[in-house]
């Protein structure tokens, strides 16, 4: 049991790196400075930073969660 909580840890790291870097690259055709002050560079690239965690945990948690419930439906229809 212990392998598979392991592997599943690793899974889970490497989807929500790779979602991170697939939000982090879609975000860059986003011009969001145009809706900040100027000069304001730091807060800009949080907000850049903050968008991508937000977003991108989102939708490997998205990702994940509709992966187990899949691997789960076999037990609908065991006995």
Partial sequence: MMPVIGQQALISIIVHLAFLAVTWWTLQAVRLEVLLRPNRVVQGRLLYILLTIAIG?????FFLDYWAWSTDLPYLFRD
Avoid: R
């Avoid at 945990?57 to 948690?61: D, E, F, L, P, Q």
């Fill in 57 to 61: 945990s989102t939708v490997a948690n």
